[in-house]
């Protein structure tokens, strides 16, 4: 057998110690142990790294993203003071891209200040790099920590690393999903001996009629209720884009990514990210539990088109070499397109802001973003 990791040791131990594992706490150990995982000991990020997000394919997504800021901050009486929060910054890019736009409009550009909220050492140090010229930067271990006022929440792929909770269904009822060691002592799914009482009527209604064998994750309510509360309250609203599905229905999506190929999620805990798909309806749900307004889900490709993705791709192409322009148009197919490598279905757009809040832009029929022109570069 093959030696094991410092994290492999310490779950086989816990394991061996205390019984089989839930999914959740296998999948918060791989992401945020201390000492070993994912999150907090290296940049997962670009082609180095295991995966490649939207601002990193494109300047144009972030760039939107600072329009659509634009628009909320208008939307909500231009605010003297603005918090710009992301979760989950990545290396910076963005966020970047954003006050690039968001420069173009200097009495929103001067009522800023941003808050990224990072775990990361090591991505805390890419982002103090590539926002070096931005004022007004504080890093935050937690939404909680920013101060209050009102506020713009970029969250883009953030839900998918929360850790989720897994039953799977058996004759008997649904069993919570557990990782346990095989008779080789390899990290292995089974199920707790025990069915979860009286679990069925808490169930979505298309998870109801699964078959034996299905599997049924979720995520608390608790981070969603906390976001929404806050814009609730202090005004604002939150743009979560990520992964994941529209309906609440079952489906096991648990799953790891390494050097951009799908990995055994139990093979090497804390080296792969592990991730599972967003539940929209879930998030909204919890938004609208709280009182705040719900905006969507749309599919990410069209919000970016309704946001005038195209005509800034085209701008930016008339701008270059054709080279760069046959880049500016692969960037474009990849961000809303809906087949094969394309994020453009895949990825779902959900807004919650504070209740009066009636228009989003990209996110209702209406488009209420300024159109992207020639001011950013």
């Avoid at 839900?159 to 292995?188: C, Y």
């Avoid at 792969?272 to 938004?287: E, M, P, S, Y």
């Avoid at 609208?288 to 195209?310: C, M, N, S, W, Y």
């Amino acid at each position: 057998m093959t030696e094991l990791s410092p994290l492999q040791a310490e779950i086989h131990k816990l394991i061996r110690s205390s019984g089989p594992m839930p999914v959740w706490r296998y999948m918060k150990l791989c992401l945020t142990h201390p000492e070993h995982g994912y999150y907090v000991s290296r940049d997962p990020l670009g082609r180095e790294g295991d995966f490649t997000t939207a601002p990193e394919v494109s300047q144009m997504f972030g760039e939107l993203l600072g329009l659509w800021t634009a628009s909320v901050w208008k939307s909500i009486g231009s605010p003297s003071t603005l918090r710009l929060i992301e979760l989950g910054p990545g290396r910076g890019t963005m966020m970047a891209d954003a006050l690039r736009a968001i420069r173009v409009l200097p009495p929103l550009y001067e009522s800023i200040d941003i808050h990224l909220v990072e775990i990361n050492p090591v991505l805390r140090e890419r982002q103090r790099a590539t926002l070096s010229g931005s004022r007004n930067i504080t890093w935050h271990d937690s939404l909680d920590d920013v101060p209050e006022g009102p506020a713009v929440i970029l969250a883009n792929e953030y839900f998918d690393v929360l850790p989720i909770h897994q039953v799977v269904r058996r004759e008997t009822g649904w069993h919570e999903r557990v990782v346990n060691l095989d008779d080789d002592g390899k990290l292995s799914f089974g199920a707790a001996e025990e069915p979860m009482p009286r679990f069925e009527v808490l169930l979505p209604p298309l998870v109801r009629a699964a078959p034996i064998g299905a599997v049924f994750e979720w995520r608390p309510d608790t981070e969603m209720m906390k976001i929404a509360t806050r814009v609730r309250d202090q005004g604002g609203a939150v743009l979560v884009i990520d992964y994941g599905h529209m309906r609440s229905d079952a489906g096991d999506t648990f799953q790891a990514i390494a050097r951009h190929s799908f990995a055994d999620p139990l093979k090497h805990p804390g080296q792969a990210d592990v991730t599972a798909h967003v539940d929209f309806q879930a998030l909204a749900r919890a938004a609208e539990d709280v009182g705040a307004r719900v905006h969507g889900p749309v599919t990410q490709g069209e919000f970016l088109k309704r946001l005038g993705i195209e005509t800034r791709a085209l701008t930016l192409m008339g701008k270059t070499t054709p080279e760069v322009s046959a880049d500016i148009a692969a960037a474009l197919k990849r961000l809303t397109d809906s087949g094969r490598g394309g994020m453009g279905s895949m990825f779902k757009v959900l807004a919650v802001t504070q209740p009066d809040l009636t228009m989003v832009a990209g996110l209702t029929d209406e488009p209420s973003a300024p159109a992207p022109g020639d001011a950013t570069e």
